[in-house]
């Protein structure tokens, strides 16, 4: 399946964990971005673990030396959007940066909010995976989606999506609220063998509400809910089941047969942005080996940039299964156009 923006949506064990190699051609550094050091920058990001974390291997280790002073503007996605939205007829806004996931970050971009981002404004981007590289965003990390269940549970993995049909997992199966369109699309996927058919999807979602689909707040709750036995499987990024199994919570995933859709967390330039310079030089340094091998040992992410290898425990803890489970890109275009009408729809089925 290919995309509107030509990206294949099929993914190789290869393209994942090695990517393309890095283009021969030097980037040419744009003299608006690079030419000035020091001075401030404020992203919009989620805060907590992640935005510690984005402290420890973004801000500290490589933004600091340049002498720039990285100012984190917490709040939740919905938040974060809004203040972009909100300042697009403003000379300035307040966000330089802009953290989310890649489909707001598409919804941005569709309404003309966002920077244009290529080698001479942030000279790493020729680095990036190109199946997941755009013009207009930085994918940080991403992760496959699996199904993530608790071995003292689960005597047989589950194979697929459907499997959480049976009735041995009624009121067993749990996922948090801000997955309830990844769920969407993984449901379209189980049942089309594609990712953007949501009339399709309605069926799929609608039996597992009925067969007690459990809804938390937090990816935390779902940790805390698989360890008690409240529930015994998830839909969840792999990610997290490697952060849990590092706290020693008894969790492995299973890979559905229908293949795993990618989570994308990306950073963006709002046109708004009142320190573009220092914006690109956030966004460049989001690709800096240091960053990416970080974040792939603290949170289980893997790397978005062929320049970043893992070696060694970090390596393994992020290897995929031999053979290649079939990894997914979301048709992001067709998720910006839908999202409102897949979130209005899942409010009401839900009730």
């Not at 509107?4 to 283009?23: D, P, Y």
């Not at 990036?128 to 992760?143: A, E, G, K, N, W």
């Not at 005597?155 to 049976?166: I, R």
Request: net charge positive.
């Amino acid at each position: 399946m290919t995309n509107e923006h030509g990206r294949s949506a099929s993914l190789t064990r290869r393209n994942l964990l090695i990517g393309a190699a890095a283009l021969a051609a030097p980037a040419i550094i744009g003299r608006q971005a690079f030419a000035q050091s020091g001075g401030e920058v404020v992203i919009g990001v989620s805060g907590g673990d992640y935005g510690r974390l984005v402290k420890e291997n973004i801000d500290d280790p490589v933004l600091r030396p340049q002498g720039i002073k990285v100012v984190q503007d917490e709040g939740d996605e919905p938040f974060r959007v809004a203040k972009v939205v909100a300042a697009r007829d403003q000379a300035k806004g307040t966000l330089d940066i802009l953290q989310a996931e890649a489909t707001a970050c598409y919804r941005l971009a569709d309404a003309g909010l966002l920077e244009k981002l290529d080698e001479t404004n942030v000279p790493n981007i020729k680095y990036v995976l190109p199946h997941l590289r755009t013009d207009f965003m930085v994918p940080q990390i991403y992760s496959p989606q699996v199904l993530v269940y608790n071995e003292k549970l689960v005597d047989k993995p589950p194979t697929a999506l459907t499997d959480m049909l049976d009735p041995k997992y009624k009121g067993k199966f749990g996922i948090s609220a801000q997955n309830a369109l990844h769920l969407i699309t993984a449901s379209s996927l189980a049942k089309t063998g594609g990712a953007s058919d949501f009339e399709a999807a309605k069926p799929l979602v609608q039996e597992l509400i009925a067969n007690g689909l459990r809804i938390y707040p937090q990816p935390d709750a779902i940790a805390a809910a698989l360890n008690s036995g409240e529930i015994s499987v998830s839909l969840m990024w792999l990610a997290r089941k490697i952060l849990w199994r590092k706290a020693n919570l008894p969790f492995e995933a299973a890979f559905p047969k229908e293949g795993c859709m990618l989570f994308i967390n990306a950073m963006s330039v709002p046109k708004s942005a009142p320190n573009k310079a220092n914006a690109f030089k956030y966004l460049n340094a989001v690709l800096d080996p240091r960053a990416q091998t970080g974040f792939a040992k603290n949170m289980g992410y893997l790397p978005t940039s062929s320049q970043t290898t893992l070696e060694g425990e970090v390596a393994k803890q992020l290897e995929l299964p031999n053979p290649a489970p079939k990894m997914i890109l979301p048709d992001f275009p067709y998720l910006a156009k839908n999202q409102n009408a897949m979130n209005d729809w899942w409010k009401k089925a839900i009730r």
